[in-house]
């Protein structure tokens, strides 16, 4: 993993430290269970303060009538709030939830669907980030999340 | 099912119209996946405007040191704020998570856990609930979460 | 006040029904403690899907310091959620408040504040938006909060 | 102010280091808009992982009908959430709200409101509680809050 030092960029704690590759890497190493048995949650983009994760639902995720459960959007929206602290701090695996609020706003019909989460804050002992989850290729919200990540004690 | 009406009980909403065993049964049905290769999720208490879930996890639900993961915790609250919603407002498999706040407080030690859901508000639209999560035998909270269900429209 | 029909615009629903005007018109009459003593909240803005409030605090939003204290920002946060329900549902009084999750992000430094209001979901029986509260010219966030509001029966 | 040593309690966080009168004078102190102008918020009871505010709301707390406003009923809260964990880490003028989630579930009826918070989790950086506020004289509860306040770094 080409990791660059989070010291060189003190002023601008926006810019990624991880890039796409690294962060998808690192996940797939952490969270086995991001990709088992037919389920499919990748990165799909990291950038200035911002990852987006593409999750192919399997048979676990599904309600009848195909439309994916509460659980399994709890767990996306959490993966893509890691996603994002993890591609902005480095590769810090003890950062902990601490805190979600999520939304069911719409029945997601059935496909693939993308996590966009957003930095808000990332201080030296928080980090907070709202997480937009839609179907691809849709506009309209199937949920929204707001989540708090405990930073590590020995950061910054 | 013994289902007692909802009409006979107007004036007292926090009496339940399901016993531990409806809302079991009816559980066990609706969410297959509740108890499924080696994860068990039963309905342990019903009392007035409270439910009760005993959950012993599987390997799915741990990550690495034997603590239960987040989505799981997440579950455990949802299928529990949903117990105590149902035994009270009767089998209405429509009812939908809208809204959850959960907090995650300490990791739980390994072994099954137990999740208090408890009715704050039973409305006619709205039903909210908090619930307590706790290690089997222990006083000290894994998780807090607060849940609000959207009720069907023909109700009450 | 010239409020258009919400019944010309029924696939559009995130057009605003009332223009800027007219919601800052409805806002100030039915609360009055939105402008008094010092204090001064004018809906700055209503467009597509989108409110946004500005405020000028006065001694008693105020905590030592002259940051603006929590219980003012939370009072910013629900007039701006109302102000961005109000605007695309038409002037109806009675939506309340069911739920706000509000994260306090950083001190905000002394001046006005806008509160910019986004509808998440507008459906027949509620409203989610979230809420972006920065200092006035400032991109850093002071406060984001997540609304939910019921609407009345009558609605849709 | 009597205040006992934190350290002397170490093993048992949930004893109160501050008794009701050390609160509310504190509180008094750092807070002088809980009792000004006919509004009354004054520390009611200290206990065990609890704290209990009496609050008499004046003209500006009410909403037309007598009801107490959403802003009115998030102070009070916050100011319950203060209290227990300012009783139970002793005064510590720098601890913050980083995170509250109020469920507005009833309007209260005229009067008098208490509001009493509890600890969920007392931890070295962050304290939880929730919050229930009801009409004196009454069970039901008017509206449910949890709050995160973030501690000073020097803590235990």
């Known amino acids: 993993m080409s990791i660059r030092s989070r010291h060189e960029r003190e002023g601008e704690p926006m ?15 952490e969270f086995p269970q991001m990709r088992h048995a037919g389920r499919e949650i990748i990165v799909a983009e990291v950038r200035s303060g911002t990852a987006v994760l593409r999750f192919a ?4 995720d599904l309600r009848p ?10 767990a996306l929206a959490d993966y893509a709030a890691y996603a994002v602290v993890l591609a902005h701090v480095g590769p810090v695996a003890l950062a902990v939830t601490t805190n979600m609020t999520i939304n069911f706003l719409r029945r997601p019909r059935p496909g693939p669907l993308l996590a966009e989460a957003r930095l808000l804050k990332l201080g030296r002992r928080l980090a907070v980030s709202d997480i937009a989850v839609r179907p691809e290729g849709d506009d309209e919200l199937a949920a929204h999340a707001v989540a708090t990540y405990a930073l590590p004690h020995e950061r910054g």
Chains 1, 2, 3, 4 share one sequence.
């Open 15 to 29: 810019l990624p430290l991880m890039d796409r590759d690294d962060v998808d890497a690192f996940l797939a190493l």
């Open 57 to 60: 639902p399997d048979e676990r």
């Open 65 to 74: 009538g195909g439309t994916v459960s509460g659980p399994s959007l709890f």
